[in-house]
């Protein structure tokens, strides 16, 4: 009988609440706009779109500005601007309203990543293949303080603790070919850009980053198909979360802080319980590799970006029904990770 089980929960399938077609190339970002009634992503093709997620069409036309492939998008805190990544190392502000560029950052010298808000919404962070993190000034535009060389051959992950004191910077720390070099997560202090702590434990380039509301815990996705949970307070890796087979590309935390989803190219999205590290269900399968991922406002949902050119919305409130975790979509008065802190 538990043979025949745990053959079922292999073999089930998760299917798509709503699919997103449009796009032309990859779909590198996908987030919740406020309401709940939109998303908006980013892609190869060089366009943003934003999209009815009760009909799954498009909402008005492209935003677009120059031909330059976007690699990032993020949500403003109050939910009225975009920031974007693209390919020309230009870092771009968006306005939800207009559909527009309202300002443009040039300063990296490559291509961008990945994009943060500080949670005051006053600070942009990008970091880019020309291996510097910078931080922008929404208002002004000027960098403070100076870039952070930061030591990796290309940033690919770059994240504000919540109370904006620390950056943390991953990537690959090496080149392409020849000597290998053991891959790090940076801890900066965002006032001076001077180094707080390295962090090792990864084999392979880090992809991706996330920091939990609370503080306590730094997330980290990577090229050697693992997830890292990191202490804070002391900076020691806490548990491996190692269910996926090929690199994880992105992550994203619930907003209580309870769930994690990972994405990877290994054609799969996976939803982790952060309380004691376990996987809650069978992978959420797609038709080609994942490349990106965010829960909305609640938490109830989870939009996903495809190498087949779509997103895709899931019912994570469905998926914790199905698996008996409905208690998971709640917010917990200790979201402080202490069954993975044990281990420190």
């Not at 009760?54 to 492939?69: A, F, L, P, T």
């Not at 020309?88 to 490559?110: E, F, P, Q, S, Y």
């Not at 609370?214 to 890292?228: A, E, F």
């Not at 994405?263 to 999205?269: G, I, N, P, Y």
Request: overall charge negative; proline content about 3%; aromatic content about 6%.
């Amino acid at each position: 009988m538990s043979s025949a089980a745990t053959k079922k929960e292999e073999t089930s399938v998760i299917t798509h609440r709503q699919k997103f077609e449009g796009h032309t190339k990859h779909v590198f970002g996908a987030i919740h706009l406020p309401g709940g009634q939109r998303i908006i992503t980013c892609s190869l093709d060089g366009s943003l779109r934003v999209w009815n997620l009760k009909s799954g069409k498009q909402i008005g036309e492209d935003w677009r500005d120059g031909d330059s492939e976007v690699w990032s998008i993020a949500l403003s805190p109050d939910g009225k601007k975009v920031v974007s990544g693209s390919e020309d190392g230009a870092v771009r502000l968006w306005d939800i309203d207009a559909c527009k560029v309202v300002k443009k950052w040039m300063g990296h010298t490559n291509g961008v990543w990945s994009v943060c808000w500080s949670r005051d919404g006053r600070r942009v962070l990008s970091g880019s293949d020309d291996g510097t993190a910078r931080q922008w000034e929404v208002e002004s535009g000027e960098t403070t303080p100076e870039p952070i060389e930061t030591g990796h051959e290309a940033v690919f992950a770059v994240v504000f603790s919540p109370d904006t004191t620390l950056i943390a910077t991953g990537g690959r720390d090496g080149p392409y070919t020849g000597e290998s070099i053991e891959p790090s997560v940076k801890i900066w202090n965002a006032k001076t850009g001077k180094l707080v702590a390295t962090l090792k434990g990864h084999t392979d380039p880090v992809q991706c980053l996330a920091w939990t509301k609370d503080g306590k815990t730094l997330i980290s996705g990577s090229s050697d198909h693992s997830i890292r949970t990191w202490n804070t307070t002391n900076w020691k890796q806490t548990a491996v979360l190692d269910e996926h087979t090929n690199l994880v590309i992105g992550i994203a935390i619930s907003p209580n802080d309870r769930i994690l989803a990972s994405v990877s190219t290994d054609k799969t999205a996976r939803l982790w319980n952060l309380e004691n590290g376990q996987p809650i269900s069978s992978p959420i399968q797609h038709p080609q590799l994942v490349l990106c991922v965010s829960f909305s406002a609640g938490g109830k949902q989870l939009a996903t970006g495809c190498d087949d050119k779509n997103a895709y919305i899931w019912d994570v409130a469905a998926i914790l029904r199905e698996a008996g975790l409905d208690d998971l979509l709640k917010v917990s008065c200790q979201v402080c990770l202490v069954s993975l802190h044990s281990e420190s």
